[in-house]
């Protein structure tokens, strides 16, 4: 299974802004390069990510070829409740993995 | 004008001639000629990409496997005490085959002979992380290579390969990396060449590699034929480096350009 690192601060105040921070494992091939012989490498990408705060869509992205391997992907929102953070990345050849992180609101 | 050239242009004999080796209070890893950005990215471990590796590695730490089912845990027991300090004494010497081996060897070794499994090659997706893995057990701890005194001769084939000019180009490691690290090429800061984050993961190949890749680029870039993973003139100039680096801090897993 690939790695994948999240950053999601563990405390928050309420309405305090958060800075989120995802990194997966992947190798992002572009689906343009040839090999020595001349094949096409086949594309391999990882092609959407969401974030889930509480079950509520606050974050997505659709990916494309030409974004580099092992994407980090950060974004910003407002802390409003204690929960969990669940993020999403799908892509090619049947990619599919999740994370989760859980913060505590006071 | 004349005069003033004429000053330049012998101070540029003389420095070539001379071939200075970095005085040790001047050496300066190469993650201190990164703009701020990629040194922070080397910093926090839930940025640092290279940190993906040292967690497939943590897994394979404690996977058995070879014929004889035992995981390097079996071993060598909480990597966080054992493998603390290690990497920052490769290349080392080994006694068995009477020569220096580096990381990757020496994990190959431990697999081959204790665990009876099938050696990892060079710039495999499970070298890379086992070796990000030890290495990483060694964060900030000064690099000790080269104290043992049965490694003196490789050190010095190292140093010799190190100042040796070959390929079509005719350079030598000496001319860019003691002769000219404060000056740029193509852009790109030249450094020291002092390898204190290896494995590292550089921004340019997308992925982590080794030194040994690193080693065979620079090689290929002089225009010369590069040695095969694994020869022993590629240990060798490892061996060199890392001594020249001796007392610096280990960064691995490091970020590059």
């Given at each position: 299974?690939?790695s994948?690192l999240?950053?999601?601060?563990?405390?928050?105040?309420?309405?305090?802004?958060i800075?989120?921070?995802?990194?997966?494992?992947?190798?992002?091939?572009?689906?343009?390069?040839h090999?020595a012989?001349?094949?096409?490498?086949?594309?391999?990408?990882?092609?959407?990510?969401?974030?889930r705060?509480?079950?509520?869509?606050?974050?997505?992205a659709?990916?494309?070829?030409a974004?580099?391997?092992?994407?980090?992907?950060?974004?910003?929102?407002?802390?409003?409740?204690?929960?969990?953070?669940?993020?999403?990345?799908?892509?090619?050849?049947?990619f599919?993995?999740?994370?989760?992180?859980?913060i505590t609101?006071? | 004008?004349?005069?003033?050239?004429?000053?330049?242009l012998?101070?540029?004999?003389?420095?070539?001639?001379?071939?200075a080796?970095?005085?040790?209070?001047?050496r300066?890893?190469?993650?201190?000629?990164?703009?701020?950005?990629?040194?922070?990215?080397?910093?926090?471990?839930?940025i640092?990409?290279?940190?993906?590796?040292?967690l497939?590695?943590?897994?394979?730490?404690a996977r058995?496997?070879?014929?004889?089912?035992?995981?390097?845990?079996d071993?060598?027991?909480?990597?966080?005490?054992?493998?603390k300090?290690?990497?920052?004494?490769?290349p080392?010497?080994?006694k068995?085959l009477?020569?220096?081996?580096?990381?990757?060897?020496?994990?190959n070794?431990?697999?081959v002979?204790?665990?009876?499994?099938?050696?990892?090659?060079?710039?495999?997706?499970d070298?890379?992380?086992?070796?990000?893995?030890?290495?990483?057990?060694?964060?900030?701890?000064?690099i000790?290579?080269?104290?043992?005194?049965q490694?003196?001769?490789?050190?010095?084939?190292g140093r010799?390969l190190?100042?040796q000019?070959?390929?079509?180009?005719?350079?030598?490691?000496?001319?860019?990396?003691?002769?000219n690290?404060?000056?740029?090429?193509?852009?790109?800061a030249i450094t020291?060449g002092?390898?204190?984050?290896?494995?590292?993961?550089r921004?340019?190949?997308?992925?982590?590699?080794?030194l040994?890749?690193?080693?065979?680029?620079?090689?290929?870039?002089?225009r010369?034929q590069?040695?095969?993973?694994?020869?022993?003139?590629?240990?060798?100039?490892?061996?060199?480096?890392?001594?020249?680096?001796?007392?610096?801090?280990?960064e691995?897993?490091?970020?590059r350009?």
């Amino acid at each position: 299974m690939p790695s994948a690192l999240i950053n999601v601060p563990a405390k928050a105040k309420r309405g305090d802004v958060i800075e989120i921070k995802t990194l997966m494992s992947h190798i992002m091939e572009t689906g343009f390069r040839h090999t020595a012989t001349g094949e096409v490498i086949p594309r391999d990408i990882i092609t959407s990510f969401t974030c889930r705060y509480n079950g509520n869509e606050i974050f997505r992205a659709d990916l494309f070829p030409a974004i580099a391997a092992n994407p980090f992907i950060t974004f910003f929102t407002t802390a409003t409740a204690s929960g969990k953070f669940e993020f999403e990345w799908i892509g090619d050849n049947g990619f599919s993995e999740t994370a989760s992180a859980s913060i505590t609101v006071e | 004008m004349r005069f003033a050239g004429l000053i330049v242009l012998s101070v540029l004999l003389i420095t070539d001639a001379v071939g200075a080796e970095i005085p040790p209070a001047e050496r300066r890893s190469g993650a201190s000629f990164m703009t701020p950005d990629t040194r922070a990215m080397q910093d926090d471990g839930t940025i640092n990409p290279g940190m993906l590796w040292v967690l497939d590695g943590e897994k394979l730490w404690a996977r058995k496997t070879g014929v004889a089912d035992k995981a390097c845990a079996d071993c060598h027991n909480d990597p966080r005490t054992s493998m603390k300090g290690v990497a920052a004494h490769y290349p080392a010497f080994d006694k068995a085959l009477g020569r220096p081996v580096d990381l990757e060897q020496r994990i190959n070794l431990c697999r081959v002979n204790q665990q009876k499994a099938t050696p990892l090659a060079y710039e495999s997706r499970d070298m890379l992380a086992l070796t990000a893995f030890v290495a990483q057990q060694s964060r900030g701890v000064a690099i000790e290579t080269g104290s043992d005194p049965q490694l003196a001769p490789f050190i010095a084939k190292g140093r010799e390969l190190f100042m040796q000019r070959q390929g079509q180009l005719n350079l030598g490691c000496t001319n860019c990396h003691d002769d000219n690290w404060d000056k740029r090429l193509a852009g790109s800061a030249i450094t020291q060449g002092h390898p204190t984050g290896y494995p590292l993961y550089r921004l340019e190949w997308q992925s982590l590699g080794s030194l040994q890749r690193r080693l065979r680029a620079c090689i290929t870039g002089i225009r010369a034929q590069a040695y095969d993973f694994g020869a022993p003139e590629l240990v060798e100039l490892e061996l060199y480096l890392m001594s020249r680096a001796k007392g610096m801090p280990l960064e691995a897993p490091a970020i590059r350009p």
